[in-house]
């Protein structure tokens, strides 16, 4: 069964603060995403990341790093945490088999409330 | 660019009634189309996936089909149950940039009353 971690399921943090929320996926998948959740907009794409060492931007990018320092990790950065960031988290994880598209894993999601 | 309007934001059905959601799609390349489905407290999980055009999908009883044409995609199901309760994206795959990316509708909330 593909398994995507997310930590922490929860998080309450302070506008200017640094935040990273961390994904850890067993599936051995080559791309891992990051998505973010808000009410009346679906997810919307920020990172992804197709191998190790390398991220590529999103839809909206804009206040968020990421880091993939190996297949099985990928992480999500806000350095100056705004309360516009406030939403639910989600990573997921998908191979890219020939020309075939694979199915996406998410994670269960970090609910990120910035005060 | 890619983008997925999935314009009815709240279904509500009684058990045994049918259900049928629409989206429109828009894309320059060959897309894939998929629907995943969101319980509460839980991450999306694919439902089914199509990929070919007027090529049917189907998985748990319920189906789908996407029209090149009209650039419409839609899911259905003959008969829900309180437990088919959940929101339901309707999602375009695309590989225009030359890396996979999957772009989401704004997802439909099923509410079905027992």
């Known amino acids: 069964e593909a398994a995507v971690t997310q930590s922490p399921r929860s998080k309450v943090a302070v506008t200017g603060g640094k935040v990273t929320l961390s994904c850890h996926q067993t599936n051995n998948h080559d791309y891992m995403y990051w998505y973010r959740q808000d009410t009346g907009h679906g997810l919307r794409l920020i990172h992804y990341s197709y191998v190790a060492d390398s991220t590529e931007k999103g839809d909206i990018p804009d206040g968020y790093k990421a880091s993939r320092p190996s297949q099985e990790n990928f992480s999500l950065i806000l350095e100056l945490a705004s309360l516009s960031q406030t939403a639910v988290y989600f990573c997921a994880s998908s191979d890219a088999l020939g020309g075939r598209y694979e199915t996406l894993y998410f994670g269960s999601g970090t609910r990120l409330t910035v005060l | 660019g890619n983008s997925v309007t999935q314009m009815q934001g709240q279904v509500t059905l009684s058990e045994e009634e049918f259900l049928f959601i629409n989206c429109t799609y828009s894309t320059t390349g060959y897309p894939t189309l998929f629907w995943y489905v969101q319980y509460p407290g839980e991450g999306p999980q694919l439902l089914l996936k199509?990929?070919?055009?007027?090529n049917k999908g189907s998985s748990r009883g319920f189906e789908a089909t996407y029209d090149k044409g009209t650039t419409s995609f839609h899911l259905q199901k003959a008969s829900v149950q309180e437990s088919d309760s959940a929101v339901y994206y309707c999602v375009l795959g695309d590989r225009n940039t030359g890396y996979q990316n999957f772009y989401f509708g704004k997802g439909t909330s099923l509410t079905v009353i027992p």
């Open positions: 199509v990929t070919t055009a007027n």
